[in-house]
């Protein structure tokens, strides 16, 4: 073992990632020493070092690490490729920091998504019966089999123990440790849940303890305590007799069954962790959801798993998203993706990413897709705007997959699926080449180093205005195929909640010019004189989140409803809670089809608007303000009504396209204004600002548009006259202090802390402005000139020499 540097601390606190008390953005990258030669690590390590990264995050997978023989090898005695401890002691040489990834399940296109194939022969009951009793298609396992769990323990106690004499607490690199992977994905991307005779078992007790034996023969047509019955009813998913409310019950109920199953396998590994000595660092959990490119399936990774993080002291997630460009198309869900993580984590937990997609995306060299060289740069920006404090860019190197041990016959014998070379997207390839996509990513990490001494430890600024999160939107990864109820109400779910039909009211939010956080509305404290709830929903909306929402409306809370009105709960039994409280009620939706095209138009508050073609409308009866009609007979579509005298409620009902000037009116009867405003951009300017407790802020500005945006942004006493090229983004200073002054403003981006009299600034490709407030005399370099106004020191720069580094002195 290389000799220790000095012990140093890492935590998890007010929302910071605390190195040795400072709070700090980790930025890492996936290196896979397994797929290296030994001699090719210190070029790997020297390469993310040199992209700016600060830390080395990777697998460290079972199969490769257990020999034929059944022993694990961790030093690299029996192959190069299995020289954990000579890794970590090469990443602690150069100075990076290791993100541990030790499983048990880790995926990386690995046979049996990392576990070696003995555990399979050895255990079959812990291959996992799903619907009608069929067995998993894929290489998941139940995870709390007491033989696949006991074998998972056996690992930790291998493995643990090299990451505990190596943690950062003790001198050593380690400063995470991540517990498993993407559990409950597999599960559910197959539409497969864990029904083996044990989990039935479980789940009995579980219904027993929740429902009682009666209230559980009541919910779900068969008697806990008559085994056959039960798993014949469960298996089938409620259909063998059950009504529709008890196919919908038995669905919802056993979602929530497999979260609490999650968590205590989790938590189990986590205590097994620190019984090995792997303790003082954070443990995280890694998300899954994304698909084709969107992010709009990512919040059930949060609803399978939050119950096993949410609240754990030194515990946090982790976001792992695949994505594709950046895009008007899908740059909400990433915000979203972001701000329902943080919706769910305690005070002191930062959100992070784990997995954060770097590379061409050129994944099956087929070359069906290249993704553009900007995107990484793009989505890092607005993440770390968002508050993420751990970047791990996967897959920063490739490599290739040796053999096996021993052949299997599966057509390749390798330890993976994907053929000899692996990572061939990423931004250094198998070989080591730099790709197009690494320049990027070096771009990227300078643009969060440059500003990192202030955007560590500042939080995202709302404005007036919280997406609401309800977790039971989002258990929908099981469903009966002959369960047409349960179908349709899954097709109901995923039409409506979260971002809204069509996605449009968080599209609209976005690129209308708000940033907003989420509020889990399960569970958190709804506070009637903060924020307004914006809440896209489907007619089923559970009863507690009803009540809790009824009650912030009477007590004089703000609420935008979109999509269709609540009128059942989670079991399709009627729940108009709160309709009820709104006074407004049903008359019946309208769709569209080929031979039908609903059309609505909004009423004279909104001024002169044209009558918009809708895919759907509900007809809305009550006492309250018509906003907009169905034009074929008049019936409201969307209302304004006031509750309880100071509550107030927008209900629209409708798929109204992404107007920005209507969705603006809409948001502005309840209150909510933007406290930044962009003025003469077009469509895609994404923008946001941080801040700390000394008032220091930082302006977030993200173009996603294919099109440069000329613009002025006014915010609180500053307006600046802005330009950013296609596809680009800027992090700018605002009111930032300096020694005896203050940096007011700056249209280009800072590049490093400076020392109090200095201000580094990183040029763009433009000419360039910043005005320095100060009685000490100001100095550029190079082609700057300085000025002195009435407002201060003006600085200003030519157009040319992008990227390089402006010098400004006080001195």
Known sequence: MTTPANPRSIRLERRRLLVDGVPRILMAGEVHYFRLHREDWADRLDKLAAAGCDAVASYMPWIVHETASGEVDLSGASSEYRDLIGFLDLAAERDLLVIARPGPFVMAELKNEGVPFRIYRDHPDAVPLGWDGKPASTATLDYLEPGYLAEAERWYAEIMPVLAERLITKGGPVAAVQLDNEVGMLSWVTNTPELTDRTLADLATWAEQTWGRTGSIERYGADPSDTERWAEQWRAGGTAGGTEAQQLALHHDLGAHHRDRYARYLLRLRDVALQHGVDGVPFMVNLHGTYAGRGRTFPIGISQLSKAYAGVPQMTSGSDHYMRDLTVENVPDLYVMNAFMAAVHDADQPITSLEFEAGTGDYGEDLSWLTSPETTELKTRLCVAQGNRLINYYLFAGGHNPPLDEPVGDGNDRIAFTGERHGFAAPVDPEGRLSQTYPGTASAVRAVRGAEHLLAGMDEEYDDVLLGYVPDHYLTEYHHPDSVVRRDQVGDLERYRGMGPRDILVRALLLGGYSFGAVDLSSAQLDPAGPAI??????????????????????????????????????????????????????????????????????????????????????????????????????????????????????????????????????????????????????????????????????????????????????????????????????????????????????????????????????????????????????????????????????????????????????
């Open 534 to 811: 914006a809440l896209a929903t489907p007619s089923v909306l559970g009863r507690s989140v009803q009540d809790r929402l009824a009650a912030f409306v009477r007590a004089g809370g703000r609420l935008l409803l979109h999509g269709r009105l609540p009128v059942v709960d989670d079991d399709g039994s009627s729940c108009t809670v709160l309709a009820d409280a709104l006074g407004v009620s049903s008359g019946g939706v309208v769709e569209g089809s080929p031979a039908l095209f609903p059309s609505v138009r909004a009423t004279s508050w909104a001024g002169e608007q044209p009558e918009v073609r809708v895919g759907m409308l509900e007809h809305l009866t009550g006492q309250g303000e018509s906003l907009a009609v169905d034009i074929a007979d008049g019936s409201p579509v969307a209302m304004d009504v006031t509750v309880a005298g100071d509550g107030q409620a927008v209900v629209l009902a409708c798929d109204y396209p992404c107007h920005l000037g209507f969705w603006r009116s809409v948001l502005e009867r309840l209150g909510i204004r933007r406290r930044m405003i962009a003025e003469g951009n077009s469509s895609g300017l994404i923008t946001t600002s941080t801040a700390d407790a000394a008032g220091q802020r930082l302006v977030h500005l993200i173009n996603v548009a294919p099109l440069p945006q000329t613009f002025t942004l006014t915010m609180d006493e500053v307006a600046l006259e802005l330009h950013l090229d296609a596809r680009e983004g800027l992090i700018l200073p605002v009111g930032v202090r300096l020694d005896d002054g203050v940096l007011r403003w700056s249209t280009a981006e800072l590049d490093g802390p400076g020392d109090g009299s200095t201000v580094l600034l990183r040029r763009a490709a433009g000419e360039g402005r910043a005005l320095i407030e100060t009685a000490r005399t100001v100095s550029v370099d190079g082609d700057a000139a300085v000025s002195r106004t009435e407002q201060g020191w003006l600085v200003t720069w030519p157009a040319g020499l992008a990227g390089d580094r402006l010098t400004v002195r006080l001195s």
